[in-house]
């Protein structure tokens, strides 16, 4: 039995010792920056040597996650997209850091998913089905940006062209767990790929027009990122794109 407990923890070992081989390999060979590489590529670089050290099987079900989403999006045609883990002090740590972190060109580059819910729906609408007149929106805004809740209200208000009474919108922060129930992601690791419920989504129109078109955004993970281009993205999610955030000279309130 000792000799089966030490070639196993050998076995592990050299496991481990493979994994950061590869890890070194990949930072080398493969460039962070370069958006033009296969997805398949791409969804290697960014893998931190932590997440082995919990074991295989920690490890697989990452990969196995990461794998799903990257063939979601590889089925619906994207061309361009990158998945990087990154530190568990990720989001502790500035947004240059971060920036640098996933070699994003700017932080206005850096972006977040977040879900809203219809606090004044008519007790006919419980779910996603109608997207224009949906319980629950999820809504992508740069870090750099502030949501502004009065600019969603009016816009979703505006997709129905008046036949619902504006006073029946009122989105609001939806509830972290029913957040998780509907997306199948946690907090800080929302992502509108893959998502357990079919979300509409609406995009900052601020984030269309960044140059060059690629932004970041959660991974179904909170360690790990994902890298679009934006017309993929568009083209795959098909969101509403909208002015959802605050500029200098607004002076609603939410």
Not at 226 to 240: A, N, S, Y
Request: charged share 25%; aromatic share 8%; glycine share 4%.
């Amino acid at each position: 039995m000792e000799k089966e407990d030490s070639a196993l923890a050998a076995l592990q070992e050299r496991q481990l010792r493979i994994l950061a081989s590869i890890q070194r390999l990949s930072s080398l060979l493969l460039l962070p920056n370069d958006h033009s590489q296969s997805a398949t590529l791409n969804s290697q670089p960014g893998i931190l040597l932590k997440e082995y050290q919990d074991g295989p099987t920690l490890a697989a079900s990452h990969q196995n996650h990461q794998n799903r989403l990257a063939k979601i999006l590889t089925a619906a045609g994207a061309t361009g997209f990158t998945f990087k883990r990154v530190p568990s002090n990720y989001y502790q740590r500035s947004f240059e850091e971060r920036r640098d972190l996933l070699g994003a060109t700017s932080i206005d580059h850096l972006c977040k998913s977040i879900v809203m819910v219809n606090t004044q729906a008519d007790a006919s609408v419980k779910d996603c089905s109608d997207r224009k007149n949906s319980k629950y929106y999820v809504i992508i805004v740069q870090y750099t940006a502030r949501l502004n809740a009065e600019k969603v209200r009016q816009f979703v208000h505006s997709l129905n062209e008046g036949r619902i009474p504006k006073k029946r919108f009122n989105l609001r922060l939806a509830p972290e767990e029913e957040s998780n129930r509907l997306t199948g992601f946690e907090h800080n690791a929302v992502t509108p790929i893959g998502m357990r419920t079919d979300i509409p989504v609406i995009l900052s129109d601020a984030i269309v027009k960044l140059e060059p078109d690629y932004f970041w955004l959660g991974g179904g993970e909170v360690d790990l990122k994902l890298g679009i281009k934006t017309l993929d993205f568009t083209q795959i999610v098909k969101p509403f794109i909208t002015d959802c955030t605050y500029s200098s000279d607004d002076t609603t309130v939410c």
